[in-house]
Protein backbone atom coordinates (compact mmCIF):
# COMPACT_ATOMS: atom_id res chain seq x y z
CA UNK A 1 0.00 0.00 0.00
CA UNK A 2 1.13 3.47 -0.55
CA UNK A 3 2.43 5.24 1.85
CA UNK A 4 3.12 9.17 3.09
CA UNK A 5 5.35 11.25 4.99
CA UNK A 6 3.87 12.88 8.26
CA UNK A 7 4.47 15.88 7.98
CA UNK A 8 8.67 16.29 8.28
CA UNK A 9 8.69 13.25 10.74
CA UNK A 10 10.20 10.13 9.88
CA UNK A 11 6.88 8.21 10.01
CA UNK A 12 5.25 7.37 6.42
CA UNK A 13 1.88 6.11 6.96
CA UNK A 14 -0.53 3.98 4.57
CA UNK A 15 -2.57 5.96 2.62
CA UNK A 16 -5.52 4.11 4.61
CA UNK A 17 -5.49 3.91 7.91
CA UNK A 18 -7.64 2.39 10.71
CA UNK A 19 -9.83 4.80 12.97
CA UNK A 20 -10.31 2.74 15.67
CA UNK A 21 -13.46 4.43 17.31
CA UNK A 22 -16.38 2.21 15.56
CA UNK A 23 -14.46 -1.26 16.66
CA UNK A 24 -16.99 -1.20 19.68
CA UNK A 25 -16.19 -3.13 22.83
CA UNK A 26 -16.17 -6.82 21.96
CA UNK A 27 -12.17 -7.28 22.16
CA UNK A 28 -11.80 -10.44 20.27
CA UNK A 29 -13.91 -8.95 17.21
CA UNK A 30 -11.51 -5.47 17.37
CA UNK A 31 -9.09 -7.54 17.47
CA UNK A 32 -9.76 -9.86 14.19
CA UNK A 33 -10.59 -6.11 12.65
CA UNK A 34 -7.39 -4.80 13.27
CA UNK A 35 -5.12 -8.01 12.41
CA UNK A 36 -7.29 -7.99 8.91
CA UNK A 37 -6.14 -4.62 8.28
CA UNK A 38 -2.77 -4.79 9.15
CA UNK A 39 -2.56 -7.95 6.78
CA UNK A 40 -3.74 -5.44 4.16
CA UNK A 41 -1.15 -3.61 4.20
CA UNK A 42 -2.37 -0.89 6.84
CA UNK A 43 0.11 0.83 9.39
CA UNK A 44 -1.66 3.72 10.82
CA UNK A 45 -4.06 2.87 13.66
CA UNK A 46 -5.62 5.82 15.47
CA UNK A 47 -7.39 5.41 18.59
CA UNK A 48 -7.94 7.89 22.18
CA UNK A 49 -8.07 7.40 25.70
CA UNK A 50 -11.80 8.74 25.63
CA UNK A 51 -12.86 6.43 23.34
CA UNK A 52 -15.32 3.72 25.41
CA UNK A 53 -13.42 4.57 28.93
CA UNK A 54 -9.91 3.02 27.85
CA UNK A 55 -11.55 -0.07 26.37
CA UNK A 56 -10.39 0.70 22.54
CA UNK A 57 -6.50 1.32 23.86
CA UNK A 58 -6.81 -2.16 25.17
CA UNK A 59 -8.34 -3.94 22.43
CA UNK A 60 -5.13 -2.24 20.13
CA UNK A 61 -2.46 -3.00 22.54
CA UNK A 62 -3.80 -6.71 22.38
CA UNK A 63 -4.10 -6.62 18.66
CA UNK A 64 -0.50 -5.59 18.06
CA UNK A 65 1.10 -7.56 20.86
CA UNK A 66 4.27 -9.21 19.15
CA UNK A 67 3.57 -6.97 16.13
CA UNK A 68 4.40 -3.60 17.12
CA UNK A 69 7.46 -3.16 14.84
CA UNK A 70 6.46 -1.28 11.69
CA UNK A 71 3.11 -0.18 13.02
CA UNK A 72 2.47 3.49 13.62
CA UNK A 73 -0.05 3.94 16.33
CA UNK A 74 -1.42 7.10 17.73
CA UNK A 75 -3.85 8.38 20.77
CA UNK A 76 -4.95 11.40 21.98
CA UNK A 77 -5.35 13.16 25.10
CA UNK A 78 -7.25 16.06 26.94
CA UNK A 79 -10.82 14.60 27.63
CA UNK A 80 -10.94 13.54 30.92
CA UNK A 81 -14.18 11.38 32.29
CA UNK A 82 -15.58 11.52 35.74
CA UNK A 83 -15.51 9.44 38.51
CA UNK A 84 -18.96 8.22 37.55
CA UNK A 85 -18.11 7.90 33.90
CA UNK A 86 -20.87 9.65 32.94
CA UNK A 87 -19.60 12.67 31.60
CA UNK A 88 -16.14 14.09 30.45
CA UNK A 89 -13.80 17.91 31.10
CA UNK A 90 -11.64 19.14 29.10
CA UNK A 91 -7.66 19.12 30.67
CA UNK A 92 -5.52 20.40 28.42
CA UNK A 93 -2.60 20.68 31.64
CA UNK A 94 0.56 19.61 32.29
CA UNK A 95 -0.24 17.10 34.87
CA UNK A 96 -3.21 15.53 33.31
CA UNK A 97 -1.24 14.73 29.85
CA UNK A 98 2.31 13.87 31.58
CA UNK A 99 0.00 10.90 33.53
CA UNK A 100 -2.46 9.92 31.35
CA UNK A 101 0.17 9.24 28.69
CA UNK A 102 1.70 6.69 31.04
CA UNK A 103 -2.12 4.73 31.46
CA UNK A 104 -2.67 4.91 27.38
CA UNK A 105 0.99 3.54 27.15
CA UNK A 106 -0.37 0.61 29.84
CA UNK A 107 -3.72 -0.24 27.72
CA UNK A 108 -1.75 -0.20 24.72
CA UNK A 109 0.98 -2.57 25.85
CA UNK A 110 3.57 -0.87 24.15
CA UNK A 111 6.82 1.37 25.27
CA UNK A 112 5.81 4.57 23.19
CA UNK A 113 3.35 6.44 20.84
CA UNK A 114 4.60 7.13 18.31
CA UNK A 115 1.83 10.50 17.70
CA UNK A 116 0.32 11.47 20.60
CA UNK A 117 -2.32 13.83 19.95
CA UNK A 118 -4.16 16.97 21.57
CA UNK A 119 -7.85 15.70 21.52
CA UNK A 120 -9.22 19.23 20.73
CA UNK A 121 -8.73 22.43 22.24
CA UNK A 122 -9.89 26.23 22.99
CA UNK A 123 -8.10 29.49 22.18
CA UNK A 124 -8.15 29.74 26.11
CA UNK A 125 -6.22 26.62 26.70
CA UNK A 126 -2.61 27.27 28.57
CA UNK A 127 -1.38 26.28 25.35
CA UNK A 128 2.21 26.77 26.24
CA UNK A 129 2.14 24.46 28.91
CA UNK A 130 0.52 22.22 27.15
CA UNK A 131 3.37 22.06 24.16
CA UNK A 132 5.82 22.35 27.03
CA UNK A 133 4.16 18.79 28.50
CA UNK A 134 4.70 17.04 24.77
CA UNK A 135 8.28 18.35 24.40
CA UNK A 136 9.07 16.79 27.60
CA UNK A 137 7.64 13.35 26.67
CA UNK A 138 9.28 13.59 23.47
CA UNK A 139 13.04 13.89 25.52
CA UNK A 140 11.68 10.69 27.81
CA UNK A 141 10.98 9.12 24.80
CA UNK A 142 7.72 7.92 25.75
CA UNK A 143 6.42 9.74 22.58
CA UNK A 144 8.07 10.34 19.25
CA UNK A 145 5.94 13.13 17.86
CA UNK A 146 2.97 14.84 18.43
CA UNK A 147 0.32 16.80 16.84
CA UNK A 148 -3.31 18.25 17.53
CA UNK A 149 -7.37 17.17 16.43
CA UNK A 150 -8.68 19.82 16.03
CA UNK A 151 -11.20 22.47 13.57
CA UNK A 152 -10.97 25.32 15.20
CA UNK A 153 -8.33 27.81 12.89
CA UNK A 154 -6.88 29.81 15.67
CA UNK A 155 -6.29 27.06 17.46
CA UNK A 156 -4.47 25.44 14.79
CA UNK A 157 -2.84 28.55 13.53
CA UNK A 158 -1.23 28.87 17.57
CA UNK A 159 0.26 25.43 17.52
CA UNK A 160 2.01 25.74 14.33
CA UNK A 161 3.48 29.08 15.48
CA UNK A 162 4.51 27.93 19.14
CA UNK A 163 4.76 23.89 18.46
CA UNK A 164 6.78 21.26 16.36
CA UNK A 165 3.50 19.65 15.61
CA UNK A 166 3.88 17.16 12.51
CA UNK A 167 -0.01 16.37 11.96
CA UNK A 168 -3.20 18.02 12.63
CA UNK A 169 -6.44 15.79 12.48
CA UNK A 170 -9.17 17.51 10.52
CA UNK A 171 -12.82 16.35 9.33
CA UNK A 172 -12.41 16.38 5.42
CA UNK A 173 -14.75 15.65 2.94
CA UNK A 174 -15.88 16.44 -0.44
CA UNK A 175 -19.01 17.96 1.79
CA UNK A 176 -16.23 19.90 4.29
CA UNK A 177 -14.12 21.46 2.34
CA UNK A 178 -12.99 23.69 5.09
CA UNK A 179 -9.76 22.56 5.90
CA UNK A 180 -8.36 23.68 2.03
CA UNK A 181 -8.25 27.32 3.66
CA UNK A 182 -4.98 25.88 5.85
CA UNK A 183 -3.58 23.69 2.71
CA UNK A 184 -1.46 26.65 1.31
CA UNK A 185 0.36 27.46 4.98
CA UNK A 186 0.45 23.96 5.93
CA UNK A 187 2.11 22.99 3.25
CA UNK A 188 4.84 25.70 4.37
CA UNK A 189 5.65 24.48 7.54
CA UNK A 190 5.72 20.86 6.43
CA UNK A 191 2.83 20.07 8.78
CA UNK A 192 0.39 16.94 7.66
CA UNK A 193 -3.59 16.75 7.68
CA UNK A 194 -5.24 13.04 8.63
CA UNK A 195 -8.50 13.54 7.41
CA UNK A 196 -10.87 11.80 9.13
CA UNK A 197 -14.49 11.63 7.96
CA UNK A 198 -13.70 11.43 4.17
CA UNK A 199 -17.81 9.88 3.85
CA UNK A 200 -19.13 12.08 5.59
CA UNK A 201 -21.50 10.17 7.93
CA UNK A 202 -22.18 7.91 4.68
CA UNK A 203 -23.73 10.90 3.00
CA UNK A 204 -20.80 10.55 0.71
CA UNK A 205 -21.66 6.70 -0.61
CA UNK A 206 -23.56 4.63 -2.64
CA UNK A 207 -26.13 4.09 0.28
CA UNK A 208 -26.64 7.68 0.39
CA UNK A 209 -30.43 7.55 1.29
CA UNK A 210 -30.07 4.77 3.88
CA UNK A 211 -27.78 6.81 6.09
CA UNK A 212 -29.55 10.54 5.61
CA UNK A 213 -31.53 10.51 9.45
CA UNK A 214 -34.24 12.59 10.04
CA UNK A 215 -32.16 15.44 10.79
CA UNK A 216 -30.43 15.54 7.80
CA UNK A 217 -33.26 15.47 5.71
CA UNK A 218 -34.79 18.50 7.72
CA UNK A 219 -31.74 20.59 8.26
CA UNK A 220 -29.19 18.86 5.98
CA UNK A 221 -25.30 18.71 6.99
CA UNK A 222 -23.07 21.84 7.40
CA UNK A 223 -23.33 24.06 4.25
CA UNK A 224 -25.71 21.85 2.27
CA UNK A 225 -29.71 20.82 2.14
CA UNK A 226 -30.59 17.27 1.85
CA UNK A 227 -31.93 17.71 -2.22
CA UNK A 228 -28.31 19.47 -2.40
CA UNK A 229 -26.59 16.29 -1.07
CA UNK A 230 -28.58 14.31 -3.13
CA UNK A 231 -27.66 16.15 -5.92
CA UNK A 232 -23.84 16.05 -5.49
CA UNK A 233 -23.83 12.62 -5.47
CA UNK A 234 -25.94 12.10 -8.54
CA UNK A 235 -22.92 14.54 -9.93
CA UNK A 236 -20.28 12.65 -8.51
CA UNK A 237 -21.86 9.47 -10.27
CA UNK A 238 -22.09 11.10 -13.51
CA UNK A 239 -18.45 11.65 -13.33
CA UNK A 240 -17.43 7.92 -12.11
CA UNK A 241 -14.92 6.33 -14.56
CA UNK A 242 -15.79 2.38 -14.25
CA UNK A 243 -15.19 0.75 -11.35
CA UNK A 244 -15.03 3.72 -9.42
CA UNK A 245 -17.68 3.96 -7.02
CA UNK A 246 -19.04 7.45 -5.03
CA UNK A 247 -17.65 6.18 -1.91
CA UNK A 248 -13.86 5.47 -3.49
CA UNK A 249 -14.07 8.67 -5.60
CA UNK A 250 -15.38 10.37 -1.49
CA UNK A 251 -12.15 8.37 -0.25
CA UNK A 252 -9.52 9.48 -2.76
CA UNK A 253 -10.68 12.86 -3.13
CA UNK A 254 -8.77 13.97 0.39
CA UNK A 255 -5.98 12.55 -1.07
CA UNK A 256 -5.41 13.76 -3.84
CA UNK A 257 -3.65 16.51 -1.89
CA UNK A 258 -0.22 15.97 -0.96
CA UNK A 259 -1.20 17.73 2.43
CA UNK A 260 -3.12 14.39 3.77
CA UNK A 261 -1.02 12.03 5.07
CA UNK A 262 -3.95 9.63 5.32
CA UNK A 263 -7.86 9.13 5.56
CA UNK A 264 -8.77 7.44 8.67
CA UNK A 265 -12.30 5.44 8.27
CA UNK A 266 -13.93 3.47 10.62
CA UNK A 267 -14.80 0.12 10.40
CA UNK A 268 -17.08 -1.77 12.64
CA UNK A 269 -16.74 -5.44 10.40
CA UNK A 270 -13.95 -7.04 8.83
CA UNK A 271 -16.14 -6.81 5.24
CA UNK A 272 -16.50 -3.06 5.82
CA UNK A 273 -12.95 -2.82 6.50
CA UNK A 274 -12.24 -4.92 3.58
CA UNK A 275 -14.48 -2.87 1.33
CA UNK A 276 -13.12 0.50 2.54
CA UNK A 277 -9.84 -0.33 1.40
CA UNK A 278 -10.76 -2.04 -1.70
CA UNK A 279 -12.34 1.49 -2.70
CA UNK A 280 -9.30 3.59 -1.57
CA UNK A 281 -6.38 1.46 -2.87
CA UNK A 282 -8.00 0.17 -6.32
CA UNK A 283 -9.18 3.40 -7.78
CA UNK A 284 -7.91 6.73 -8.32
CA UNK A 285 -8.93 9.75 -9.64
CA UNK A 286 -7.34 12.21 -12.16
CA UNK A 287 -6.87 15.73 -12.20
CA UNK A 288 -9.55 16.92 -14.41
CA UNK A 289 -12.17 14.42 -11.95
CA UNK A 290 -10.39 16.33 -8.97
CA UNK A 291 -10.99 20.12 -10.58
CA UNK A 292 -14.84 18.85 -12.13
CA UNK A 293 -15.51 17.50 -7.79
CA UNK A 294 -14.43 21.08 -7.05
CA UNK A 295 -17.02 22.45 -9.01
CA UNK A 296 -19.47 21.06 -8.17
CA UNK A 297 -18.99 21.14 -4.50
CA UNK A 298 -18.92 24.58 -1.96
CA UNK A 299 -15.03 25.92 -0.94
CA UNK A 300 -16.58 26.51 2.51
CA UNK A 301 -14.51 28.60 5.26
CA UNK A 302 -14.96 28.25 8.89
CA UNK A 303 -16.91 30.85 10.73
CA UNK A 304 -16.14 30.45 14.13
CA UNK A 305 -13.09 30.31 16.11
CA UNK A 306 -11.36 33.26 14.50
CA UNK A 307 -9.10 35.87 15.82
Not at 224 to 251: C, H, R, T, W
Request: proline share 3%; with cysteine.
Amino acid sequence: MKKSQLGNSDLYLSEIGLGCMSLGTDVEKGVRIIHEALHRGVNFLDTADLYDFGINEEIVGKAIKGRRDGLIVATKVGNRWNENKDSWIWDPSAKYIKAEVKESLRRLQTDYIDLYQLHGGTIDDPIDETIAAFEDLKKEGLIRYYGISSIRPNVINEFIKKSNIVSIMMQYSLLDRRPEELFPLLKEKQISIIARGPLAKGLLTEKMKDKANTQVIEKGYLDYSYGEIVEVNSKIKDLSIAPQSINSIAFRYPLFSETIAAIIPGASTIEQLRENIQETTNNQITKEQYEKLQAITKSSIYQQHRF
